[in-house]
T-cell receptor, first 114, second 114 residues
Framework: DAGVTQSPTHLIKTRGQQVTLRCSPK?????VSWYQQALGQGPQFIFQ???????QRGNFPDRFSGHQFPNYSSELNVNALLLGDSALYLC?????????????FGEGSRLTVL | GNSVTQMEGPVTLSEEAFLTINCTYT??????LFWYVQYPGEGLQLLLK?????DKGSNKGFEATYRKETTSFHLEKGSVQVSDSAVYFC?????????????FGTGTRLQVTL
């Protein structure tokens, strides 16, 4: 049973560029959440997708956008990258019908902006 | 808003020592509380959880009790092992309907030495 998988694992971009990160949820899960984890900090909620719609959003600018596909996989897009966007981006999946709050996390995509 | 405060690390202990990592929270209503662990090079994993006051979550020798009167959820283990070296995150979820997000603390790094 595959867990949450993310790609790429590492990437380097320059300021002003755009990046797309990808996530496949755990088998059987229908909800995907994205978190940003800056170095030495706890993960910060970016947004959550269910039924291909953004259901909840954290305090992140519109440069951060996402998408969920019919197979429940998801993408996180960040436009006009800033140095401060350098972080580990975590994808987490869950099953909406069982709202226990337990999330299953991928290993993350580490983004470095130069 | 919701927030979680953890004791700062790093915490360095010798093997078989007693561990306490303090966690306090601020939230309206009755949140569910979690401890997640991040081993080196891995994604976050749920360690234990408690969903109501006086509940005790336990797993792998770790325990934490949901104390509403002190708004705390301290993590304890009676005898740590080198393999427990990781970063530990306290978190809460305050479900808003069926769309819910985790609020994390900043994490506490634990290093256990022989």
């Amino acid at each position: 049973d595959a867990g949450v998988t993310q790609s790429p694992t590492h990437l380097i971009k320059t300021r002003g560029q755009q990046v797309t990160l990808r996530c496949s949820p755990k088998s059987g899960h229908d909800t995907v959440s994205w978190y940003q984890q800056a170095l030495g900090q706890g993960p910060q909620f970016i947004f959550q997708y269910y039924e291909e719609e953004e259901r909840q959003r954290g305090n992140f600018p519109d440069r951060f956008s996402g998408h969920q596909f019919p197979n429940y996989s998801s993408e996180l897009n960040v436009n006009a990258l800033l140095l401060g966007d350098s972080a580990l981006y975590l994808c987490a999946s869950s099953l909406r019908a069982i709202n226990t709050g337990e999330l299953f996390f991928g290993e993350g995509s580490r983004l470095t902006v130069l | 808003g919701n927030s979680v405060t953890q004791m700062e690390g790093p915490v360095t202990l010798s093997e078989e020592a007693f561990l306490t990592i303090n966690c306090t929270y601020t939230a309206t209503g009755y949140p569910s509380l979690f401890w997640y662990v991040q081993y080196p090079g891995e994604g976050l994993q749920l360690l234990l959880k408690a969903t109501k006051a006086d509940d005790k979550g336990s797993n792998k020798g770790f325990e934490a009790t949901y104390r509403k009167e002190t708004t705390s959820f301290h993590l304890e283990k009676g005898s740590v092992q080198v393999s427990d070296s990781a970063v530990y995150f306290c978190a809460l979820i305050r479900a808003a309907g069926t769309a819910s997000k985790l609020t994390f603390g900043t994490g506490t790094r634990l290093q256990v030495t022989l």
